[in-house]
């Protein structure tokens, strides 16, 4: 596709082609010089005056500087929502909270383009996979839960809710919008306020998202937003007056967050590390499957933590499936995120890109056998070739490890039993696999499994109204769905 060679045209000029760029128009997308905070509704200086760049991982150049959040701008922060919360928002009809959120829905629709333009700039990842998967499912779930905020007692019958108060929501660089969107949505419609924090190198869709609530009149101080690194997210996880922590990022933040609020009254929904078992049957069909893995791997640079990293063939198929990877990981185009054609963007920063080549290297000295792509990389920003490993044992830390990048390891498996326990012999439980051409054995599988969600035949699928989370050091409480309103609520009677 990319770069089949013609054989037997004899042109003056290079005789591969590939597709001519089509790039997104940048000129589409607003990026103030600086961002303040949002608190109260209004944007606010921060206290210290200090803020940071933001930088665009595809060239290194600067984007905007955001404002530095500290404790006492956390504390601004969870007045206003307290404020908010006690004299608006939750005395307000659940009708009305719900027309505000179907409104930001409709407007995060509105800025669709804008928002997919500056998520693939600030985070590298391909403008095909901002546009057509993060910014219309976060829409979508703004959707869905308008739709519940006035539909609770249906949600739980004959029970009676409560909103916990006010939520403390940190999220983290791979979906930034998204996970917002996910935090934001259930908790508002609940009858909750937030004050949340995104990724220090991912902020400013979040930013954007803010003029959007600003835009869209919900009452100032329902939804508070700062940004910071992590010296911010751990004020808001100690502030004294907040009744829920919603915590999605790596196991070992997640572990100092349980730490911290362990002993207080504050209720935590944590959704964090994974590393999802991707198992390919000999009865699978294989193309469709070769797919399905490229999909789940390669086409979100492997920044999603439920990403099938660790795939699991049967033994019989393992040649064929292994061919047919290298050909087509040779095809997938890496470059530009603003450009259509692009498969695989950039990694998201400098820091990310050295845990990376780290596991790359601890891989090759593992004894593992390492393939990658043979295409050419931009020579700025950070930039990783999309890479299988063969010959990997069940104990090499690149099959037990979260890599968080374009990164594949490749193991094998002779039965169903064998291949059940390896793939839950793992500290995390978030997501899983699974290629047959059986339905029994998909049954099976998915009941088998110790994962939150468990894909059959397809994968990285995503929808509001279906729950998501995990077990073992994946986390706890599910995000999504029907099931994404309780650690929100207080349930009496
Ligand atoms: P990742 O490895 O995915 O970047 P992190 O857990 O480091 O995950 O970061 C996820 C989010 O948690 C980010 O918004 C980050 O700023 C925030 N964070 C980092 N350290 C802390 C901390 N000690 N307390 C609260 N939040 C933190």
């Known amino acids: ?225 700062v940004t910071g690194a992590g010296a911010t997210g751990a004020a808001i996880v100690n502030h004294p007056d907040i009744n829920k922590i919603a915590f999605t990022g790596s196991t070992e933040v997640g572990k100092i967050i349980q730490r911290a609020i362990a002993g207080t009254n504050k209720k935590a929904t944590l959704e964090l590390g994974g590393k999802a078992a991707n198992i390919i049957f000999e009865d699978a069909p294989i193309d469709q499957a070769v797919e399905g893995v490229i999909n789940g791997i390669f086409f979100n640079q492997g920044h999603v933590c439920c990403s099938g990293s660790w795939l699991y063939v049967q033994e019989s198929v393992a ?11 040779e095809s997938l185009i890496v470059g530009d995120p603003l450009d259509k054609n692009t498969d695989i963007g950039a990694i998201n920063s400098r820091q990310q890109l050295e845990t990376i080549d780290k596991y790359l290297n601890i891989g090759k000295k593992e004894g593992a056998e390492m393939y990658q792509s043979s295409c050419s990389l931009p020579g700025k920003g950070f930039w990783c070739r999309p890479t299988l490993f063969t010959n990997v044992a069940q104990s090499n830390r690149i099959a037990q490890e979260e890599i968080f990048g374009p990164v594949l390891a490749i193991l094998t498996f002779r039965t169903d039993d064998e291949v059940i326990e390896k793939a839950n012999n793992s500290p995390y439980g978030l997501s899983a696999g699974v290629w047959t051409d059986k339905g029994s054995k998909i049954f099976n599988m998915t009941r088998r499994m110790r994962a939150g969600v468990v894909w059959a035949n397809t994968f990285n699928k995503f929808d509001p109204s279906s729950p998501f989370g995990g077990y073992k050091e994946s986390g706890f409480g599910r995000e999504g769905g029907l099931h994404g309103l309780l650690p929100y609520l207080n349930l009496i009677n």
């Open 319 to 329: 040649k064929e499936v292994i061919r047919k990877l290298k050909d087509r990981i």
């Open 1 to 225: 596709m990319a770069k089949a060679k013609s054989n037997t045209l004899k042109l003056n000029f290079d005789t591969s082609w590939s597709y001519a760029p089509a790039p997104e128009n940048k000129s589409a997308a607003t990026i103030k010089k600086q961002y303040d905070l949002f608190i109260n509704g209004d944007w606010v200086k921060p206290s210290g005056n200090k803020y940071f760049d933001t930088i665009n991982p595809a060239n290194e150049e600067k984007l905007s500087e955001v404002a530095d959040a500290n404790m006492a701008d956390v504390d601004a922060a969870v007045k206003a929502a307290r404020n908010a919360y006690e004299k608006i928002w939750k005395k307000m009809p659940a009708k009305e909270r719900g027309k505000y959120i179907f409104r930001i829905a409709r407007m995060i629709q509105e800025k669709a383009r804008e928002l997919a333009i500056i998520e693939s700039l600030d985070g590298g990842k391909p403008i095909r996979e901002s546009r057509d998967f993060d910014v219309p499912t976060a829409a979508n779930h703004f959707f869905y839960y308008a739709g519940w905020a006035d539909k609770l007692d249906y949600a739980f019958p004959n029970r009676l809710s409560e909103p916990l108060g006010v939520a403390g929501q940190i999220i983290p660089w791979n979906f930034p919008l998204l996970m917002a969107a996910w935090k934001i949505a259930p908790a508002i419609a609940t009858g909750n306020t937030v004050v949340l924090k995104p990724a220090e190198t991912t902020s400013l869709t979040a930013l954007k998202l803010a003029e959007i609530i600003q835009e869209s009149g919900l009452p100032e101080g329902v939804v508070n937003i």
